[in-house]
Structures are given as C-alpha cells and as structure tokens.
C-alpha cells in the first residue's frame, strides 16, 4: 500500500507492497490498566483528555538541557552553588523559574575527593522535570541492583573510571526526593559562559555514570 | 484544622538501624531488603511525607511521616564489598523504619 510514513528514509522506493509499519503491537494487561485507568478518570471528571494530553506534552518538553542550564549556573556562580546545594527545589524555582514538580530536589557535588551516582532500586524514580525521560538502562534491573552492590564496577562499563582513593558516593532514591549530580567542571573550561558551559553538561553527567569533559 | 507540629525522633548524625521487619501480605514498602537491619547516620531529615505503605492502598488522609536521608558505610552493608571502604550510600527511609542504634554498633557512617 503506498503511503508516506515518516519512519522510511528519503528516496525509499514505493512501488512494492509491504505492511504499514505500525505501532498498533497486542496490548498487555498493564496497557489494559493504564488505559481502562485513564478512560475512567476523564468520564468522572478529575481531568480531561486535553488536561492530559497537554501534561504529556510538558513531560517531553523537558530534557537534560534544563538541568544543564542549572549546573552552568553553578559552575559560575559561587552563591548560587551554595544555596542549590543547601536548598536545591527552591533555588532552583526562586533562581531560574524552573520549577521540577516534586518534594525536593537533593543536589550532590562532585569533587575531587567524591564522586556521586543515583539509582533508584525500587523502581525508577527519576528528575523528569529537569532530566527529561530516563534511560531505559536506567530503569534495568542490571542498573538497578548493580549499582548499589558494585558502583565502581558499573560505572567502568559507562567507560567512568574512579580513582580508588576517591570516595563513591550512591543516592537510592528510594522515596520522595529527587537527586541532581553536580558534576565537577572540567579542566580548561573556566571563564566560559554559561550558555558554553550548558553544551558539555550531558544527562550521563548529572545522574553520576559519567564525568563532564571539555568538548573537541 | 493545623497540622500538628514537626518534630522528628532523630537528628543529622544520630545512629539508627533500619527494622529488620519483613511483612508479607498487602503491603508497599519503600524500605529495601538488602538495608534492613544495617545501621548508619542520618544524612538530613528531609521534611513530613505520607507514608506510602498507606498512599499505595488510597488512604491519603493518615498521619505524615518524617522522612530521613541515612548514609551507610557500604563495607557495613556488603560483606564482600570491593570498593574503597569509605565508600558509602544514602537511601531515604521513613521513620516508622528508624530505631535508635545499640551502643556499640560495629558500624561507624558519618
């Protein structure tokens, strides 16, 4: 059937039948929930479909780069360093008008003496407000369970190699606070700005499995 | 009606030791197996939260719970752990969890 689905390359050819590729897969019992959940929410009233779709719309808006903006900002200002690390939510709100939609953000320093990495075991509790979705490793049981058991060793497989003598540091985020590595800023880049800054700050960096690196 | 006034059992510093309760039946628990019954220091008091063992079953209106962050030596909570032994994790744990560490408990989380 010929149609102009966005998922095939330019120049594919479509003079060939196949099936659309669809993603219409068999749903599951928890899709089944979910769904069942939802439908009754809006028929009751506590939302509507709209209030919905515009939250889910809010959720994608939001992606590492707002957590960047927020590291830069801490990189070059010492004050504001501080009152992040004391008080990370409110600083965060009162300071750059990002508000991360939960109990607190805790936010934890990188140094040269600490290194920080965040998991949650239980199930995936995650910044989605200032990081964006999760990784799916994120939210693997491998992830999950190795983490708290074996840090050094997970983060050799991201490639993050921490000195012995340098203290790991693991946050289980385990009930109602939200975490934020702060990384520490790599050699080379002082006296950039805060929009320069903001580009090397990945989300690897700010969940504690990768270290920033100056960029080329 | 207020709510009533904040005030947490245990203080930044304070050795508690996580219960070594394991309920079974109906139940949602935010306290991982692998720490109860391990002791550490309280990291900060994080504030009030609602429990969530009653929020899980729809009870929204039950008491608020102060909610701790507490750092343990991970040497104390793996026997076999590898890492350097001033490594250590913070796991946030709700107070009906907490009691007061027995004098002489071999760990030492600062």
Same mark, same amino acid.
């Given at each position: ?86 008080? &990370?939510?409110?600083?965060?709100? /009162? %300071?750059?008008?990002?508000?991360? #939609?939960?109990? !607190?953000?805790? $936010? ?79 050699? &080379?880049?002082?006296?950039?700005? /805060? %929009?320069?800054?903001?580009?090397? #700050?990945?989300? !690897?960096?700010? $969940? ?9 | ?110």
């Amino acid at each position: 059937m010929p149609h102009d689905a966005p998922e095939h390359a330019p120049g594919h050819a479509h003079d060939h039948d196949h099936a659309a590729i669809e993603a219409d897969e068999p749903q599951g019992y928890y899709q089944h929930l979910a769904a069942a959940t939802r439908s009754l929410l809006i028929e009751k009233g506590v939302f509507s479909a709209g209030d919905m779709r515009a939250m889910i719309e809010k959720i994608d808006e939001r992606s590492p780069a707002v957590g960047a903006r927020i590291v830069a900002r801490a990189w070059t200002d010492p004050d504001f360093r501080e009152r992040l690390l004391a008080q &990370g939510k409110k600083t965060m709100k /009162e %300071e750059m008008d990002i508000d991360p #939609v939960v109990a !607190d953000i805790v $936010v934890v320093e990188n140094t040269a003496d600490v290194h920080n990495v965040v998991v949650c075991t239980l199930c995936s509790c995650y910044p989605v407000f200032i990081l964006g979705r999760p990784p799916d490793w994120y939210k693997s049981y491998a992830y999950r369970s190795r983490t708290v058991r074996d840090p050094r060793g997970v983060l050799r497989e991201f490639g993050t190699e921490i000195d012995p003598g340098r203290e790991v540091r693991v946050h289980d985020s385990t009930a109602d606070m939200r975490y934020l590595v702060l990384p520490m800023q790599p050699e &080379g880049t002082e006296g950039w700005p /805060e %929009e320069k800054l903001a580009v090397i #700050v990945t989300r !690897d960096t700010m $969940v504690g499995v990768a270290e920033a690196q100056a960029a080329g | 009606m207020s709510a009533p006034p904040f005030r947490p059992r245990f203080g930044p510093g304070d050795a508690v030791t996580v219960s070594a309760r394991f309920p079974t039946g109906r139940r949602h628990l935010r306290t991982p197996f692998y720490i109860r019954g391990k002791t550490g220091a309280v990291e900060r008091v994080c504030g009030a939260y609602r429990n969530p063992e009653e929020l899980a079953f729809g009870t929204y209106d039950g008491a608020r719970l102060p909610l701790y962050r507490v750092r343990f030596d991970q040497a104390h909570v793996w026997d076999d752990y590898a890492g350097n032994p001033a490594d250590t994790i913070d796991i946030e744990i709700y107070e009906t969890w907490l009691e007061p560490a027995a004098a002489g408990d071999d760990s030492n989380a600062a």
